[in-house]
């Protein structure tokens, strides 16, 4: 199955800002309740910026040790960290959501969660929490192809294990990477059927739900749709991305509102919104759009970055009014308002040092500090700010023993949390959640 080559593959190879960066360095600060990590990328608008975050900061991040690590099933893939009302949720690619105590155990090493989902098929996307549920997509079996999306209660069932309060289906094809986005009473999930699905949020009052609309891209879908005023937004590997009226059109298969041409598939790049603006990741170009279209029903980019020879990888974090995004082995940095001409260069780039592979992890930025995976087994950060060279080095990394790390970093209450695996462990347990901190 084409999920499962991929893996193998991988296997293998200003206001705000200025308030969030001037904050108290030293106190600790406990996240209000808007700061919960509810999802992908952090936000309704997918910015990848917690500009809540005031404990970890460039003079203490290169102090940060694993402070502790929960045992999942097999590695985690693509999967990143949700945390709400201190608990932590991410999926193993096994097919296990996991539920475990944000502040862990109270030892270095953590195997019993809270609770952990009965088994679904291969999971290769991020849990989403809204209302008290969550919301995770895969496979319907390990036999089939077809998509799944899962509805828990987040507080887990009073058991050990857990069974979904309901399932929907998507598609004859798998969920892939696209992970689920809540908004205007639905739950919206792309699938490599090249549609997206709209579910209601809370069940049809049946123990398997069928969408309420559908929308059909060009392609298929890895990207993770976008919800902001009353549109959803996603990316497609038709190198398009689409705007659909986020409560459907009254009819089971809407049309976009517009679409906007990319120049090249969005593969797992999802769309961030800020300041009016939708920016997108695609093979290679990172493209930015009116966040209301053009007024045509095709639009083309208010600028563009485009790279020929290097891949963008992952989702954009906006953030400081300038744009964090994969490029082939590091992250480009770039002005979130373009350079007011068609094709960008970028401001400046941050660069890992020491041996090079693909950055496919979304960036995160908070107070100051951005991070990313990197796939030669390692968690690194840099400073926001520019360096005054054009190439900037880390300021911090984290290795794991696992050369993939595709999750994305989730930072919040001063701790990053990562998924990945530890590969001296036998298969079926490798899975791991890695949770770093200040000592």
């Not at 990590?37 to 910015?47: S, V």
């Not at 998509?147 to 309060?165: E, N, R, T, Y």
């Not at 123990?207 to 005023?229: F, H, L, M, N, Y």
């Amino acid at each position: 199955m084409h999920v499962s080559r991929r893996i193998v593959a991988a296997l293998l190879a200003s206001c705000m800002a200025g308030a969030a960066l001037g904050a108290a360095k030293t106190s600790r600060t406990v996240a209000p309740f808007d700061a919960q990590w509810r999802q992908f990328r952090f936000d309704g608008n997918h910015t990848g910026y917690n500009r809540f975050e005031h404990t970890l900061d460039v003079a203490n991040v290169p102090s940060l040790e694993l402070s502790w690590q929960a045992q999942l099933g097999r590695l985690v893939f693509s999967s990143s960290p949700a945390v709400v009302d201190g608990i932590a949720y991410i999926a193993s690619s096994d097919g296990t959501l996991w539920a475990y105590a944000a502040a862990g155990c109270g030892s270095d090493f953590c195997d019993t969660p809270l609770w952990k989902s009965t088994q679904l098929a291969q999971i290769v996307d991020s849990p989403t929490v809204a209302d008290g549920i969550v919301y995770i997509g895969s496979q319907t079996s390990p036999d089939s192809n077809d998509g799944l999306l899962s509805a828990f209660d987040a507080k887990g069932c009073g058991a050990a294990v857990c069974a979904p309060l309901w399932q929907a289906s998507a598609g004859k094809e798998s969920i892939l990477d696209s992970s689920p986005a809540a908004g205007n009473g639905f739950v919206y999930i792309g699938a490599f059927d090249g549609r997206l699905y709209a579910f209601p949020a809370r069940g049809c009052g049946a123990a398997r739900c069928a969408a309420s609309w559908t929308g059909r891209t060009g392609g298929t879908i890895e990207s993770s749709p976008t919800v902001a005023r009353g549109v959803v937004y996603v990316g497609s590997d038709d190198g398009r991305l689409y705007a659909f009226a986020a409560t459907g059109c009254g009819h089971s298969n809407c049309a976009p509102l517009w679409v906007g041409e990319l120049g090249g598939a969005a593969y797992s790049s999802s769309p961030a919104i800020a300041n009016g603006v939708v920016y997108i990741g695609a093979a290679h170009a990172l493209s930015a759009f009116a966040e209301q279209g053009c007024g045509a029903p095709t639009c083309a980019p208010l600028w563009q970055a485009v790279d020929d020879l290097d891949f963008f990888g992952g989702s954009p974090a906006i953030a400081y009014g300038r744009v964090y995004i994969g490029l082939e082995t590091g992250l480009a940095v770039y002005d979130a308002n373009g350079c007011g001409a068609p094709s960008c260069d970028p401001l400046w780039l941050l660069f890992g040092v020491g041996f090079q592979a693909q950055v496919e992890s979304s960036p995160t930025v908070a107070n100051g500090v951005v991070y990313a995976g990197r796939n030669t087994g390692e968690v690194l950060a840099w400073s926001a700010e520019p360096c005054g060279d054009f190439v900037c080095d880390n300021i911090w990394s984290a290795t794991i023993h696992e050369q993939v790390v595709n999750s994305s970093p989730t930072v919040i209450d001063g701790k990053l949390y990562i998924g990945s695996a530890d590969n001296l462990f036998p298969e079926d347990q490798q899975g791991r959640l890695f949770v770093y901190a200040v000592p």
